[in-house]
């Protein structure tokens, strides 16, 4: 055994923890080796004056730790952590909130004393466009074309009717003059009772030819006012469809 | 026959506060006396004590009757201890109190014989007062292994448990311990 290796047997031996089978090599060694023999007696004059040193008496106040474990038990339980513990679930709490204020891209402003909260992106509200199809523009256009051309024919077909009631009265009204005039020549040559019937056969045919020419007139007008209002609710409902304002 | 300390815990799980206090009454000087030598401060002992009481009392619920109880005892109490320990290193402040000349006397008081005679208290002070300087100018980990094994009589196995180091470790502390204490005594032995 080398001295190292009995002066740490030593220690060992003093507080009881030496193997048997060690305490005849330290023995052999301690009696060949006048150093480690010193040691040795060192070792046991420290241990002997630490030995000095007695047991100090306190005791514990009890009714203090009966009140603290009364304290203890009234904690609920989350609060009796410490303060790094709550430190760091606040922490993770506070990440937990800006991570989802994040996520949700939420906006917080304060502004004029008003605290606005908004969740999500804003909705974007899609603006109308007008239509910007070239082939539909083209049709569209085509068929106020042709609408027009219509409209007009029947504007143009009107004006001829007009013309002809225009003429028809006339020639009626030069008829009844030279119908006046000869009845009168007759009342002035043959002054007869005669006289009388052909006034009403005059006034009879008169008011056939204003009867007639009213009733055209009538069928003439409701069949243009038909055509134009069909013509132009087409129009503008064409025209509309496609953002179109007559007349912009 | 005395009733085992793990039948006291056995009770204090089912709410048994006269069995908190007979395990208190105990152990509190024993407690008392390791916390004393490791802090060497009175009053953060006594803290560290009822801490100690009041984490066994809190943690009875889940105490099993495995190895000893005065092993997870200590366990507990070195451990607190160690953070008083780190927490004075941290804040660099050291008890004055056990410092004063009058407060060492009063410790001392408690480690003479009842009835000496003047010299006798003097030159008991004086050694006392050595031992504990001594001890004091140990590291920390060395002077708790001491304290286990000198003063309560702790195996090295059960003090490898306490501290949850290895065996070598322990015996190392100690051998190291001997050899300085040896020479920081020995104007007195």
Do not use: T
């Given at each position: 055994m080398e001295c190292e290796e009995a002066r740490k047997r030593i220690v060992d031996f003093f507080y009881d923890e030496l193997e048997p089978d060690t305490m005849s090599s330290l023995q052999e060694h301690l009696a060949r080796c006048d150093n480690c023999s010193e040691y040795k007696q060192e070792i046991q004059s420290a241990i002997q004056c630490l030995d000095q040193q007695k047991e100090l008496q306190s005791s514990i106040d009890l009714v203090a730790l009966h009140d603290a474990i009364e304290r203890k038990s009234r904690t609920w339980g989350l609060f009796s952590y410490r303060l790094p513990v709550w430190g760091t679930v606040l922490f993770v709490l506070f990440g937990i909130v800006l991570s989802a204020f994040a996520l949700t891209k939420t906006e917080v402003q304060y502004t004029n004393n008003t605290l606005t909260i908004r969740f999500g992106e804003p909705i974007a509200v899609p603006q109308a466009q007008p239509q910007t199809d070239p082939i539909a523009q083209a049709k569209l256009q085509a068929k106020i074309d042709d609408l027009t051309k219509r409209t007009d024919k029947i504007l143009t077909e009107y004006k001829k009717d007009q013309l002809k009631f225009q003429s028809q009265l006339t020639k009626e009204m030069r008829d009844s003059h030279n119908t006046t005039l000869k009845m009168i020549k007759d009342y002035e040559s043959r002054r007869d009772v005669q006289l009388a019937n052909l006034v009403q056969q005059i006034q009879l045919k008169h008011y056939q030819s204003l009867v007639a020419m009213k009733n055209e007139f009538e069928l003439l007008a409701s069949q243009t006012e038909k055509e134009f209002k069909r013509s132009y609710s087409t129009m503008a409902a064409m025209a509309g469809l496609l953002s179109y304002q007559p007349g912009q | 026959m005395e009733i085992t300390d793990h039948e006291l815990m056995r009770k204090i799980k089912d709410g048994d506060m006269p069995a908190f206090d007979t395990l208190v009454r105990r152990w509190e000087h024993r407690l008392y006396n390791v916390v004393c030598k490791i802090l060497s401060d009175p009053e953060t002992t006594k803290d560290v004590c009822q801490d100690t009481f009041l984490k066994i009392y809190q943690t009875a619920k889940k105490y099993r009757p495995i190895g000893h109880f005065e092993t997870w005892l200590y366990r507990i109490a070195v451990n607190r201890s160690i953070n008083e320990l780190k927490k004075r290193k941290r804040h660099q402040t050291y008890s004055l109190a056990y410092d004063d000349e009058d407060e060492k006397g009063t410790f001392c008081h408690n480690l003479i014989d009842p009835e000496p005679q003047p010299d006798e208290i003097v030159q008991q002070n004086e050694i006392a007062s050595c031992i504990q300087d001594a001890l004091k100018n140990l590291p920390a980990d060395q002077r708790i292994v001491v304290i286990l094994r000198h003063?309560?009589?702790?195996?090295f196995q059960q003090i490898a448990e306490v501290l949850n180091c290895p065996l070598g470790t322990v015996k190392s502390r100690i051998y190291s311990a001997m050899d300085q204490l040896k020479m920081m005594l020995k104007h007195i032995i």
């Open positions: - | 003063y309560e009589g702790l195996k």
